[in-house]
């Protein structure tokens, strides 16, 4: 077993708490204990491997930077209050992102262990920056909010004593714990009260229940006497809170029912949009539809075509294509709307650069082969000139040749292409059409790409070549197929020498042209004959 294998099989047993496992292979070779990777310690604190992390410290050679790392941090957020303790005692070190990530898990048990530890408390963000990301908002409100209240409360008693973060009420906000947010007020110094009751943020809060669609906020906020606004109910049907938008709208909020509707579609929300079509909504923008495509909500788009909304039957099959839905591209398709071959180069284009995922084209580029007879030449170009040869395997071929439209120089450029590309005989006989034989072309092009294969596929389906195509091959410098030509019978000149470009082509050309040339006479030459011609005439 080599090296590389065992230290692999060391990491994987910590990872994995295979005690066992680390005392046999260290037993084998004692160099493993300095393999130790700082992220190993830390995936065993996150999975409670107690056993692992003793032995790891007692047996093994831990580095210096596991002293700030973020194992502490790993073991509060699962709970795992041994593994928190020992990595303590080893040395490590304790923060407040620690408070955080238990907090966070609702381990009331590791946040109690820490006050005792004298953790220092700070959060990731600065409590001056009035902008918070959503993201960060959401993360406050899961600290110790949607968790649970107990850690909410342990955490302003003991940690943050006199104080709280006005903006981890935006975190309560969204996290929808009616508890929290009221000892979040009630705990609150007049100080920050008269920061957390002006308008501009109360209403940023108000839009941050809609839009985790949290009803129960939404309605304690109502009640408090704070002012309703259109972009609650765009907020709620956004999120596809149904019971939030039907609260609003029953309570007056201003409403904009296309605007509403169109973020409905986007959501997926069947009830938002047929609550809003059922209350008189109605908007002739073909906005819907097309935002049924983009994002994929196939139920969607069926219930606003029986509904009589339009859509773009050129646009809206693009749309299916281009964002790989091809559930609804199937059902524009079956309900009317015509699959241009356009189509075709859009979905090789998409594989050609890499545009979302290639699987998933591929499925709309088989659809595509079935539904539309006609295979555009602009697509075969395309694949041709990227050298994308797998492509070819859903094109239909067949039509493409036999299509007088197209003409006979682009299908010849088309497989003169492929051989210069160095394909597959399997695509050159797909491609292949029995008139081109008298044309030497194919052969030229494959002797100067260095076709080998192909040459000698060309050579022996009867394709014709110039005698002099050696020189071809010599001027490219390949020469596997200048002698592959030359034992056919083709010419190896002058010609051939002066054309060719590297040394092996040049000596190979050079030996044979120098048996050709007349040896000169010599002295000796000439007595010889002289007496071979006297012998003669005796």
């Known amino acids: 077993m080599s090296h590389e294998l065992k230290t692999c099989i060391f990491d994987t047993s910590i990872r994995t708490g295979k005690v066992e496992y680390l005392r046999y292979l260290l037993s084998k070779e004692s160099d493993l204990a300095n393999t130790v990777s700082v992220s190993s310690i830390e995936y065993a604190a996150l999975h409670g491997h107690l056993a692992v992390l003793q032995f790891l410290f007692e047996n093994c050679y831990?580095?210096?930077?596991?002293?700030?790392?973020?194992?502490?941090?790993?073991?509060?957020?699962?709970?795992?209050?041994?593994?928190?303790?020992?990595?303590?005692d080893q040395g490590i070190e304790l923060d407040g992102m620690c408070y955080y990530r238990a907090a966070q898990g609702d381990h009331l048990d590791c946040i109690q262990y820490l006050h005792e530890k004298h953790c220092p408390w700070f959060l990731p963000w600065d409590h001056n920056n009035e902008f918070v990301e959503p993201a960060q908002l959401l993360e406050?409100?899961?600290?110790?909010?949607?968790?649970?209240?107990?850690?909410?409360?342990y955490l302003h008693e003991h940690v943050w004593r006199s104080h709280l973060y006005p903006k981890f009420l935006d975190g309560a906000m969204i996290s929808g714990n009616i508890q929290c947010i009221q000892y979040i007020e009630n705990k609150t110094e007049q100080r920050e009260r008269s920061i957390i009751q002006t308008p501009s943020?109360?209403?940023?809060?108000?839009?941050?229940?809609?839009?985790?669609?949290?009803?129960?906020?939404?309605?304690?906020?109502?009640?408090k006497g704070y002012p309703l606004s259109e972009a609650l109910t765009r907020a709620a049907s956004s999120v596809g809170s149904i019971a939030c938008l039907r609260y609003l709208h029953e309570n007056n909020c201003p409403l904009d029912g296309q605007c509403c509707m169109i973020e409905a579609t986007k959501a997926g929300s069947l009830e938002c949009l047929q609550y809003l079509h059922d209350i008189g909504?109605?908007?002739?923008?073909?906005?819907?539809?097309?935002?049924a495509i983009q994002w994929g909500h196939l139920h969607c788009l069926q219930y606003l075509h029986k509904k009589g909304y339009q859509w773009n039957k050129k646009d809206s099959c693009y749309v299916a294509v281009r964002n790989q839905q091809m559930p609804c591209l199937q059902y524009l398709h079956e309900n009317g709307c015509d699959l241009s071959p356009e189509l075709y180069w859009v979905c090789i284009w998409m594989i050609v650069y890499r545009v979302g995922k290639i699987s998933e084209t591929v499925i709309c580029l088989q659809y595509l082969q079935n539904a539309v007879v006609d295979t555009p030449?602009?697509?075969?170009?395309?694949?041709?000139?990227?050298?994308?040869?797998?492509?070819?395997?859903?094109?239909?071929?067949?039509?493409f040749l036999n299509d007088d439209a197209i003409g006979k120089r682009p299908r010849k450029k088309s497989f003169l292409k492929a051989i210069r590309n160095?394909?597959?005989?399997?695509?050159?006989?797909?491609?292949?059409?029995?008139?081109?034989?008298?044309?030497?072309?194919?052969?030229?092009?494959?002797?100067?790409?260095?076709?080998?294969q192909i040459l000698e596929y060309l050579l022996n389906n009867g394709f014709q070549a110039s005698m002099d195509i050696c020189n071809d091959a010599a001027e490219s410098g390949y020469i596997d197929c200048l002698k592959f030509l030359h034992e056919r019978g083709f010419v190896v000149n002058q010609e051939t020498l002066d054309a060719a470009n590297t040394s092996d082509c040049i000596k190979y050309c050079s030996d044979y042209v120098r048996q050709l040339r007349p040896r000169k006479r010599s002295a000796s030459d000439a007595f010889d004959d002289k007496v071979l011609s006297e012998e003669e005439e005796i």
């Open 281 to 291: 909504y109605k908007t002739k923008s073909e906005e819907c539809c097309q935002a």
């Open 422 to 452: 160095k394909w597959s005989l399997i695509t050159l006989r797909r491609l292949y059409k029995d008139e081109w034989e008298n044309d030497p072309m194919f052969c030229i092009e494959a002797a100067q790409y260095g076709s080998l």
């Open 62 to 88: 831990i580095h210096n930077n596991i002293q700030s790392s973020r194992a502490c941090e790993n073991a509060a957020k699962r709970g795992h209050l041994e593994c928190l303790q020992y990595l303590h």
């Open 377 to 399: 030449f602009t697509a075969i170009k395309l694949a041709l000139e990227h050298n994308m040869e797998s492509m070819f395997q859903y094109f239909n071929l067949d039509a």
């Open 140 to 153: 406050m409100g899961e600290m110790g909010v949607k968790s649970s209240f107990r850690c909410l409360q």
């Open 201 to 223: 943020p109360w209403a940023v809060r108000f839009g941050y229940a809609a839009l985790s669609g949290n009803l129960e906020c939404l309605q304690y906020l109502h009640q």
